[in-house]
């Protein structure tokens, strides 16, 4: 669609602070629309990681329209999500958030964007830290052009693949699964709750939210690495390849990589027969 200009002036401004209150009932329904089997999450004492992107979600896209053109909006997809933790939500937790976009850069189809947000209690304890990549296809914002700063990098080695797994952990995807995450998350993004919407996107149906498969890849590393406590997660980082879509089986497989700073990193898969559906996932745990 030809070159599109970005405003470089948008970069780095704050929106203004949201609030939000983290309760005990909001955390047990995000775990269940999300088939967390931890019980920790599933009574709401502690809150799943991903679960982090609910009290900053009216954040998220508002920096975007700082910088990228309006009519270029809806090209937007979410391509990568990286969660860098200090600590997990509990119950009563009194939250503001607030993001900027940080940079951008042209690539041959499209170009990719970062939004950086902090999330902290009303004391200023920093709670998270999430850099959110989008990439708007097909819009041109002069391939090589890097602008600012983008999200840290999370790439999978390659050469993990020619040893076996630590775990491998099977999940489904329920056919109610977008209805149950929709009000938990408080995405309602029409394509993934209406099938009419979902075609005339171009899509084949509806879609999972690329968060709830992330979700489902939170607990399979917390279970299977971690002991199933959120308290030793550091970081989490995924890039959403495919599309996903109710009734559909998954398998997130995970590799160690190694140990550094009383941390133990690994990388993880997550895929739907031979479709990798996430890729590029790492996890850093706590020892």
Known sequence: MGYIEFDDNGLDTWTDETRFEVTRERIAEYAAATNDPIEAHRNGDVAPPVFAIVPVFESLMEPTLEVVPMEIFGRGVHGEQDFHFHRPMRP????????????????????????????????????NEQYVTIFFRGADASTGKKVGELSPDHRFDAALRTSAPVAKVSAHVDADQTFRYAPASGDPVPIHLDEQVARDAGLPGIIAHGLCTMAFTSWAVLSEVADSDVTRLRRLAVRFAKMVFPNDDLETRIWRVGSENDSTTYAFETARGDDLVITDGLAEIRD
């Open 92 to 127: 009563g937790d009194k939250l503001v958030s607030r993001a900027n976009m940080t940079g951008y850069e042209g690539l041959e189809k499209g170009t990719r964007a970062c939004v950086y947000i902090e999330c902290r209690t009303e004391d200023g304890e920093l709670v």
